[in-house]
Structures are given as structure tokens and as C-alpha cells.
């Protein structure tokens, strides 16, 4: 079973930045393609950011690309998630999920790829 935390959310006014991290229990997270997906109010969730084991495929939605960069540092089992040019429509709950398998670079942003999640950290951008 593989556990996840996060942490570094916060509030924050536009054009600010935040930090979210994400450690994993166990050694699941070397080998398993991780993300971050977010949920504001009353919205589905989405895809934000997600990175693969292999090769350290990429991948952002366009909404936040050029302005968010998730990383990953296999000695901590832990993945970031660097949020720079804070937008009020970034507001939501912010959530770090891993796949237990290498997820195809075309689908990286979909969370039915993805088995485990954590429990969400805040993320509230003020204008």
C-alpha cells in the first residue's frame, strides 16, 4: 500500500508563489509516474502537472504551463510541485496521486491512470 502526504499549501495573493511536496511511503515512488491534479469548487478535477520514472517525461495542462514545474527527488521519495505566477483560478484543493505502474506520455494527465492518491493540501490565490 502505498501512502501519500502533502504539504506547502497556503494562501497566497495572485502573482505569489507556493510550493506543494509530496512524500511517499516505501520505495513505490522510483518506480511509479506521479502527479498533481487539483479540484476547485464545484469543478471536476484535473490533471495539473505529472513527471515519469523513465526518462523524466513531463507534463503540465496548458493552463498552468510555463508557470508550475514539478519535479521529483527519488532519494526522498518525494515529489515537488514549484507554483510561480499564482492566478486566482488556481484556487482548489490540491492533490498528489502515484500510478504503481509508467503511465504512456500521452495520457500522464489522467487520473484514471493513477491508484493512489493523497489527502489534498489548500491552495487559495487571492486577486
Known amino acids: 500500500q502505498v501512502q501519500l502526504l502533502e504539504s506547502g499549501g497556503g494562501s497566497v495573493q495572485a502573482g505569489g508563489s507556493l510550493r506543494l511536496s509530496c512524500t511517499a511511503s516505501?520505495?513505490?515512488?522510483?518506480?511509479?509516474?506521479m502527479g498533481w491534479f487539483r479540484q476547485a469548487p464545484g469543478k471536476e478535477r484535473e490533471g495539473v502537472a505529472s513527471?515519469?520514472?523513465?526518462?523524466?517525461?513531463?507534463a503540465y495542462s496548458d493552463s498552468v504551463k510555463g508557470r508550475f514545474t514539478i519535479s521529483r527527488d527519488n532519494d526522498k521519495n518525494t515529489i515537488y510541485l514549484q507554483m510561480n505566477s499564482l492566478k486566482p483560478e488556481d484556487t482548489g484543493m490540491y492533490y498528489c496521486?502515484?500510478?504503481?505502474?509508467?503511465?504512456?506520455?500521452?495520457?500522464?494527465?489522467?487520473?484514471?491512470?493513477?491508484?493512489?492518491w493523497g489527502q489534498g493540501t489548500q491552495v487559495t490565490v487571492s486577486s
Open positions: 516505501g520505495d513505490a515512488l522510483r518506480r511509479d509516474s
Open positions: 513527471i515519469n520514472p523513465i526518462a523524466r517525461a513531463t
Open positions: 496521486a502515484s500510478s504503481s505502474l509508467y503511465v504512456p506520455d500521452n495520457v500522464m494527465l489522467r487520473d484514471e491512470y493513477y491508484a493512489y
